[in-house]
């Protein structure tokens, strides 16, 4: 079984999955982790601007069909991962895969963004607007509907800890398997 966690930047992808792979005894790959391991550890800003997005999505499709190869995992998805038509595919078809789309509205996303320091250095901006709300609406407004289709479950993460968002999936899955 893999769980795959999908949303945009500062919905809590890694640090829930984290949780979820320690309470399941699962393992857990963040997939922007993996790309930049193949890339000397560089940021994915930097692997943005020096190879190009076209580069980075086109390694970011290979790394996902890579780790969807493999089983019992919890998969942190790039916000921008499941935007890729490859991705998308392969994710649809995984069997024995459970999809959850972890939600939040942009005012929330941009100030657990802007409180992240990391964030900043270590994500490049996806358009023209910089980086700051405008920039996470408009996103949001063209990823959203490709992240409701994809997930199985949607879990709005604005309201709870990101304790409580693992338990909620725990007991989904739980549900699931009776």
């Not at 922007?32 to 190009?52: K, L, T």
């Not at 595919?89 to 929330?108: D, E, M, Q, S």
Request: with cysteine.
């Amino acid at each position: 079984m893999n769980l795959v966690l999908i949303g945009y930047r500062g919905s809590g992808k890694s640090t829930i999955g984290r949780l979820l792979a320690d309470r399941l005894n699962m393992r857990f790959v963040d997939i922007d982790h993996e790309i930049m391991a193949r890339y000397d550890n560089r940021s994915v800003a930097e692997i943005w601007a020096d190879e190009g997005e076209p580069h980075f999505r086109n390694t970011e499709c290979d790394v996902t069909e890579h780790v969807m190869s493999r089983d019992n995992q919890v998969v942190a998805l790039g916000g921008g991962t499941p935007m890729q038509a490859r991705v998308y595919n392969a994710l649809a078809a995984a069997p024995h895969t459970t999809r959850f789309y972890l939600k939040a509205p942009t005012p929330v996303l941009y100030q657990r963004i802007a409180s992240d320091d990391a964030n900043t250095d270590n994500r490049p901006s996806l358009t023209g607007l910089g980086g700051g709300r405008d920039e996470v609406q408009h996103m949001l407004d063209q990823r959203e509907p490709t992240y409701e289709k994809l997930a199985d479950h949607i879990i709005d993460v604005d309201q709870q800890s990101p304790s409580q968002a693992a338990n909620q999936i725990v007991s989904l899955i739980t549900q699931n398997l009776e």
